[in-house]
Structure formats: structure tokens, C-alpha cells
């Protein structure tokens, strides 16, 4: 924790990130700081929250960064969180819905018998919905209504993915002399996840519209991280602007979406895809 006192902190307003320890949950963490917005990061690895709070305290120095593991899954952890800072008097009125399961594609990893439809795992789909579904539900569910309680304005915005509009296409993921039985797939687990996010952030902004609270959707496109030369050059055909995003070219929606700059929107689904889902 920060060596500011209590009192100092007292009625301060945080922004909230789950899943910070992963790509995306960084950029998200630098836009707020960057327009010097307090920020706590969740993760349920303690280690790499612990090491990105390190690395953006060198950099925003006059900011307030709080890590603290959380496990998006069980409500005790979500509301023990909750409970951690209301007793500090800190207000949370920014929510990023960002933890997620996205399973990577190498051949250790993901293969057709992990992966396709004929081997559906009932256990990796509970596991799946449970971090990437239940968690926003219920992290939304916990600092959405103590936001109302305390008759305070807030933001919640869920992280889906142009997946959240467009199904897979399959064909970026084909390896060569493999047969088709056995190639590998996005699993149907995500896909169907985030467009589940996309209806949830639509009954959250309807349901609240009444409490100051509003809730949009982000979906970004494929994003630069070490893929293999051949799904980047899969991916790129399927975008009209024929490359994947760089890891911060979504900052600027995340300001926009965390802020009043965008005081009249609700129930969105910001699609920043390169243009894969027109097409």
C-alpha cells in the first residue's frame, strides 16, 4: 500500500481494473494514470500486479496505485476487496470488467483435441464463463450497488472483443498436414463469452440508467503479442487495414469511455478492430 495516510485518501475516487496483470490490463492502468486518475489493481497472481504497480509508480509519481489480489470468481474475494477500501473511505466509481481466459494458439497449448467442438470439455467452459461471464456479473454486481448506496456517480466498462459481434474464423488457425478432425480452433467458450458481455453491459446500462451509473462495452481487435508469423499474416487478410492493433491504441477509448467525455453514452459496444467485423 502507499504511504499516504487514511485521512489524505479519505473520499477519494479509484478506478478499479480486474485482470491488470494481463496485456491489455497495463494499457488500461497507463490511459487513467495518464490523465491522473487513482487506480487499483486486481489480479488473482499477486506477483504481477505487485511488479506492474512497481514499474508505473517510477513513471506517475504523484499518483495513487494500489494492487490486491482478488479472484473474480468468488464474491468473498470481490467483496473482502470492497470492503478493504471502503473502510479506508476510498470510493471506487470506475470499473474495468477486464479478466478473462483467451486461450493462446502453439502447438503445446492448443491442438484440435483441445479445442474443437467434438471435444467439448464441460470443465473448461465452467472454467472459462466462470472468470470471463460470472466475474463481470458479479464484480459489477458488488461495486455497482455499493456505488448506488452511497449515491454516487459511476462507470462501468466491460472488455469484450470483436468476437463479441463476429464468430471465429477458423481458417487463421489451420496448420498444414494436419487433418481437419484435428486442426486446431478459437474454442467456443470466448466467442460466446463475449458476446454475453455486450448483452450484459445492455441490461446493466438499462437497469441502473436511473442510479448515475453507465455501462459500456469495448471490443477490441487482434493485438500484437507474439503470435506466429503465419496466424499474423492469417489474421491481417481478415482486416482491412491489413495488420493487428498495437497494445496502446486503445487508450484513448479507454479515456473516453472512463470519463464524462462521454456523459451521454450508455449501453455502447465500441468496436476497434482495424475494420474485421465489416467485412
Same mark, same amino acid.
Not at 455501462?215 to 491481417?236: W, Y
Given at each position: 500500500m502507499n504511504t499516504k495516510s487514511i485521512k489524505d485518501l479519505r473520499n477519494r475516487k479509484f478506478a478499479l481494473i480486474t485482470g491488470a496483470g494481463g496485456l491489455l490490463g497495463e494499457e488500461h492502468a497507463v490511459s487513467l494514470l495518464e490523465i491522473n486518475k487513482d487506480i487499483i489493481l486486481t489480479d488473482i497472481n499477486l506477483n504481477k500486479i505487485q511488479k506492474l504497480k512497481k514499474k508505473l509508480e517510477k513513471t506517475f509519481k504523484s499518483s495513487q496505485i494500489f494492487s490486491i489480489k482478488m479472484d473474480v470468481t468468488n464474491e468473498k474475494s470481490i467483496n473482502k476487496v470492497w470492503s478493504t477500501f471502503n473502510k479506508k473511505k476510498i470510493i471506487i466509481d470506475v470499473l474495468i470488467n477486464n479478466a478473462a481466459l483467451d486461450p493462446k494458439f502453439n502447438k503445446k497449448v492448443i491442438n484440435g483435441k483441445n479445442s474443437r467442438l467434438e471435444f467439448f470439455s464441460v470443465q473448461n467452459w465452467h472454467k472459462e464463463f466462470s472468470v470471463g461471464l460470472t466475474g463481470t456479473i458479479l464484480c459489477s454486481k458488488i461495486f455497482g450497488t455499493q456505488l448506488i448506496k452511497k449515491r454516487t456517480k459511476g462507470i462501468i466498462l466491460n472488455i469484450a472483443s470483436d468476437l463479441s459481434v463476429i464468430s471465429p474464423n477458423q481458417n487463421v488457425y489451420k496448420i498444414s498436414k494436419i487433418k481437419k478432425s484435428l486442426q486446431p480452433v478459437k474454442?467456443? =467458450? $470466448? *466467442?460466446? %463469452?463475449?458476446? =454475453? %458481455? @455486450? =448483452?450484459?453491459? +445492455? $441490461?446493466? #446500462?438499462? $437497469?441502473? *440508467? #436511473?442510479? /448515475?451509473i453507465r455501462? /459500456? !462495452?469495448? #471490443?477490441? =481487435?487482434? @493485438?500484437? /503479442?507474439?503470435? #506466429?508469423? !503465419?496466424? %499474423? +499474416? /492469417?489474421?491481417?487478410?481478415l482486416i482491412p487495414m491489413g495488420r493487428l492493433a498495437n497494445k496502446n491504441e486503445y487508450k484513448s477509448a479507454i479515456k473516453f469511455l472512463c470519463t464524462e467525455d462521454s456523459s451521454y453514452m450508455t449501453g455502447q459496444n465500441v468496436i476497434i478492430d482495424g475494420g474485421r467485423s465489416i467485412w
Open positions: 474454442p467456443i =467458450g $470466448y *466467442s460466446i %463469452i463475449k458476446h =454475453g %458481455i @455486450v =448483452g450484459l453491459t +445492455k $441490461y446493466i #446500462s438499462t $437497469y441502473w *440508467s #436511473s442510479d /448515475n455501462c /459500456n !462495452a469495448l #471490443s477490441p =481487435g487482434p @493485438v500484437l /503479442n507474439l503470435q #506466429s508469423k !503465419a496466424l %499474423i +499474416k /492469417n489474421l491481417e487478410k
